[in-house]
């Protein structure tokens, strides 16, 4: 269509006072139609936003379910290190557990051998004890033997001083 052409449209349609107002009614719904699509072309500009904030909060989520991931595996692998740990330190204490029973057994042994010894030595200190006190006995009795020896070789001294005197 040439500019005379819609020049000799529009003055038909202005001549017209029905086409005038269905003309301005066109002309209101177009303006509507802009400003709607105005408004949509905003709406959309903000879904855009939104979804361009939404993509970098999900990279955002990604990056801390990764760095999650890693944090898991590091904690899987130090649970790991510790049940070893723990199986080993386990496997000590069962070690030193029977270690310990059997010292004990032995300790309880021995204190049963030094209590036997313990009684042995108090028989044998009974013993000597009687011992000591029959040799007492022996060397009282021996004193007075020895004193009435001594006393019997005085007199036969003395009567063979008196014989060899005679």
């Not at 904690?75 to 199986?87: P, Q, T, Y």
């Amino acid at each position: 269509m040439e500019l005379s052409d819609l020049t000799t449209l529009m003055v038909a349609i202005a001549s017209d006072p029905q086409k005038a107002e269905r003309m301005k009614e066109l002309q209101a719904e177009t303006n509507r139609a802009q400003n709607e699509r105005a408004q949509s072309a905003l709406l959309v500009e903000h879904a855009n936003q939104v979804l361009a904030e939404a993509r970098k909060m999900r990279e955002e989520a990604q990056a801390v379910l990764t760095a999650a991931d890693l944090r898991q595996s590091e904690l899987d692998a130090r649970e790991v290190n510790l049940g070893c740990l723990i199986a080993a330190v386990n496997a000590e204490k069962a070690e030193w557990e029977a270690l310990r029973q059997g010292v004990d057994a032995d300790h309880a042994e021995r204190a049963k051998r030094l209590e036997a010894i313990g009684q042995d030595v108090g028989k044998r200190m009974i013993e000597v004890v009687d011992r000591e006190a029959a040799a007492d006995q022996k060397a009282t009795a021996a004193e007075k033997l020895i004193g009435i020896y001594e006393a019997k070789h005085q007199r036969l001294a003395d009567a063979m001083a008196l014989n060899v005197g005679l």
